[in-house]
């Protein structure tokens, strides 16, 4: 091709183009608007008639919510000052009964002068709870997580301090038996004293114990019975403890279902089923109504600690089922692994088996806590005052009597924040250790 015809060529350009902003149409709000309302006719026929129905319920629902009343001291008195505002037989919520009644539906009967106590006991928990969940804290903060659950009972019921040191106590030994008496009596029976020692200690050695240090050194606060505990108190009680307990338990029966040993393998499988068999609510009354019969005559067994272990109880056996899913996904070859590597049963399991069998079952389990942290609102039949057994009581009373709707939303928006946090928290774990780079 000559250079006067390369010149005349259409083609040829000899300087670019200055860059053009893209299409209205292909960028920003527009853009999201047609690939996720109006990507079709169908599409948008949908949601112009979701769009509709969502403005009905809420010009409907936000002026009940927005024009409600916060300051009354009876539904009463909420009705004459709506009559003031709007007319009569004008909708409007009563907001007044949360401002009143607030410090039962949070604390139940706990005394006032002691709420200082709750709330440093959830510092306390969060604190400690913290560093387990977010590895970019100091590992330092690890230190206050072995003793919270100490320092939280302490402070929560009182009494001598002696008595949680005591039970502390317990688990040291435990813990020094297992550590130097597996190299001589081996890991199966080093794993059976640092058991049993414990309980025989707890079971005739510490009351003892703290008893006589409280006689010599009483040293405590105020003593709170269990009986002044309600509201969402209450419920964080019995979930936090259901939740903390029964992971560990659900991972160990999860186990003894797949363990090649008789008896352990029998006993999980018999518990877990017989557990999972029976609904909550029946194993609840059997904690309050059938749990006294079976105890020696004269037994104080305070009913919340039997709440507590049956719920407890309740979720391991879910969580084990859950666990075992997590460990038959792996693939065989995972435990071949382990075996070519020299490590024992034990390490195998803390090592290789367990981390990706708890990775795959974290939604099950997250799912499971949610489970549980919602169903301590079935307390409530057995003479538990949890936050819907004070919004029945509220609603018993002469001022707020005829009122519904706002204590339910008050104690649904709270139980919201709480199970999708740890809904959120989950899906966080989750990509996280997320290893196919999707």
């Not at 670019?16 to 853009?31: C, D, I, S």
């Not at 402070?155 to 020094?176: K, N, S």
């Not at 640092?194 to 003593?223: D, Q, R, T």
């Not at 070519?340 to 803390?350: C, I, P, T």
């Amino acid at each position: 091709m000559s250079e006067t015809h390369a010149h005349s060529a259409a083609y040829v350009r000899r300087e670019m183009l200055p860059q053009e902003a893209p299409p209205a149409l292909e960028t920003g709000a527009v853009k999201w608007l047609r690939e996720n309302l109006f990507s079709s006719w169908l599409n948008g026929i949908l949601t112009v008639v979701s769009l509709a129905f969502i403005w009905l319920v809420l010009s409907s629902i936000l002026p009940w919510v927005v024009q409600g009343i916060w300051n009354a001291e009876s539904l009463s008195e909420c009705r004459e000052i709506r009559d003031q505002l709007y007319g009569e037989g004008h909708e409007v919520a009563c907001w007044a009964v949360l401002g009143d009644r607030w410090r039962q539906l949070l604390f139940g009967f706990y005394p006032p002068e002691h709420y200082w106590r709750v709330v440093l006991a959830l510092v306390v928990f969060l604190a400690a709870i913290a560093p387990v969940l977010f590895e970019s804290l100091p590992r330092k903060m690890l230190i206050l997580t072995p003793l919270a659950p100490f320092i939280i009972f302490f402070l929560l019921w009182g009494g001598t301090i002696w008595g949680p040191l005591a039970v502390l106590l317990g688990f040291v030994i435990g813990w020094a038996i297992f550590t130097y008496g597996s190299p001589v009596v081996g890991n199966l029976g080093g794993t059976v004293l640092a058991i049993l020692v414990p309980i025989l200690y707890w079971l005739f050695i510490a009351g003892p114990i703290a008893s006589g240090l409280g006689a010599i050194l009483p040293i405590g606060l105020e003593f709170v019975a269990s009986d002044e505990f309600g509201g969402f108190m209450l419920s964080f009680v019995i979930g936090i403890a259901g939740i903390v307990l029964s992971l560990p338990i659900g991972i160990f029966l999860a186990l003894g279902r797949q363990s090649d040993l008789f008896i352990i393998n029998k006993f999980s499988v018999i518990f877990i089923e017989v557990i999972r068999g029976v609904p909550l609510i029946v194993w609840l009354f059997t904690a309050s109504l059938l749990l006294n019969y079976f105890l020696p005559p004269g037994t104080n067994f305070d009913l919340m600690l039997r709440v507590i272990i049956m719920v407890t109880l309740f979720s391991s056996a879910y969580i084990a089922e859950v666990i075992r899913g997590g460990l038959a996904a792996l693939p065989r070859g995972q435990y071949e692994g382990a075996d070519s590597l020299g490590l024992d049963y034990w390490q195998s399991m803390r090592l290789i088996i367990l981390p990706q069998a708890l990775k795959i079952s974290i939604p099950g389990i997250v799912s499971t806590f949610i489970g549980l942290f919602k169903d301590t609102t079935l307390v409530v039949f057995i003479g538990l005052l949890d936050p819907i057994g004070f919004s029945n009581a509220i609603r018993a009373s002469t001022e707020w009597n005829g009122i519904y709707w706002e204590l339910f939303i008050f104690i649904g928006l709270c139980f919201f924040v709480c199970c999708f946090g740890m809904s959120r928290y989950s899906q966080y774990l989750e990509r996280k250790l997320r290893t196919d780079h999707r």
